[in-house]
């Protein structure tokens, strides 16, 4: 048994670090930094992790790969926190860069761990119920402690986060939302999940080659449809790369007198083009 178990976390290991080798950005260390508020960006050059810190523990979103798990941790000790505060851990979608390291995230922490209802099976199979990656990227599973669904609240604190079931890229992708303090001000964080529709993707039906899951279009549909009408101010993502986080951090080197990730416009702008490019892609295989 502890064989094949040992067998498994070295493919899975195996398996990460070669799409780490082919994404450097991945696991490029960054310096950590102060959002707003009491959220905090842990996360490498392009793999988004978030700490939220209360008086009663905190919370991480997203474990990213086993090897970044390190990463965090030194992330979340230079700002002056400690690992094991973490109390919970989040997830914006089930796929290996954003949540293989979760089982040694809640080995070392004792995390509660939180998953919407789509990616349950996910998470808990180790990437097995996936439906575009289950054989080509294994990684140590994990248990799921509460099962969320659309529009529930995560809560400890004072500090209040809601989960949007913006599905598509996978069947349980989540879109968080959170109110934080910049100055005197009270903002609108979001932090998309994802909206991409990955290379191999199917969103129509042909014969003897289905959607990837049945509803997966109506599923994009609605996620922009929830994406546009959120109120934002702080824009963030899943990936540095959805809002523009290295050109904004250049920003900050060069004196930027606002606070760069206030960005409502590029949000709505980053939201449109997706959405474009969600629709360009589905008359393509329409076609």
Same mark, same amino acid.
């Given at each position: 048994m502890w064989c094949g178990r040992l067998m498994l976390i070295g493919m899975a290991l195996a398996a990460a670090a070669v799409h780490a080798q082919a994404n450097p950005d991945w696991t490029t260390p960054i310096a950590p930094f102060r959002i707003a508020g009491n959220l905090y960006y842990v996360g490498s050059k392009d793999l988004a992790s978030y700490l939220i810190v209360t008086p009663q523990g905190d919370i991480l979103i997203n474990s990213s790969l086993p090897e970044s798990v390190p990463l965090i941790r030194r992330s979340v000790e230079q700002l @002056?926190?400690?690992?094991? #505060?973490? &109390?919970?851990?989040?997830?914006?979608?089930?796929?290996? /860069?954003? #949540?293989?390291?979760?089982? $040694?995230v809640i080995r070392a922490t004792h995390a509660k761990y939180m998953v919407m209802d789509g990616d349950v099976s996910v998470v808990e199979s180790g990437g097995a119920a996936d439906f575009a990656y289950a &054989?080509?990227?294994? !990684? =140590?599973?994990?248990?799921? /402690?509460?099962?969320?669904? #659309?529009? #529930? $609240?995560? &809560?400890?604190?004072?500090? +209040?986060?809601?989960?949007? &079931?913006?599905? @598509?890229?996978?069947?349980?992708?989540?879109?968080?939302?959170l109110k934080v303090k910049d100055g005197g001000r009270l903002l609108n964080a979001v932090i998309v999940g994802s909206w991409n529709v990955n =290379? @191999?993707?199917?969103? +129509? /039906?042909?014969?003897?080659? =289905? *959607?990837? !899951? =049945? @509803?997966? $279009? *109506? /599923? !994009?549909r609605h996620t922009f449809m929830v994406l546009k009408a959120l109120p934002c101010d702080i824009f963030l993502g899943a990936h540095g790369a959805y809002f523009g986080m290295l050109a904004k951090l250049d920003r900050i080197k060069s004196g930027a007198p606002e606070n760069v990730w206030v960005d409502p416009a590029g949000y709505q702008a980053a939201v449109a083009e997706r959405e474009q490019a969600f629709e360009t892609e589905l008359q393509n295989q329409q076609n």
């Open positions: @002056g926190f400690r690992f094991t #505060d973490i &109390k919970i851990l989040l997830l914006s979608h089930a796929h290996w /860069d954003h #949540d293989a390291g979760s089982a $040694e &054989k080509s990227n294994p !990684y =140590p599973a994990a248990k799921v /402690d509460r099962v969320l669904h #659309d529009g #529930d $609240e995560v &809560k400890i604190g004072g500090t +209040v986060l809601t989960a949007h &079931k913006t599905a @598509g890229h996978t069947r349980g992708c989540t879109t968080w939302t =290379p @191999g993707f199917r969103l +129509v /039906d042909r014969p003897g080659q =289905p *959607a990837s !899951y =049945p @509803g997966i $279009e *109506a /599923d !994009y």
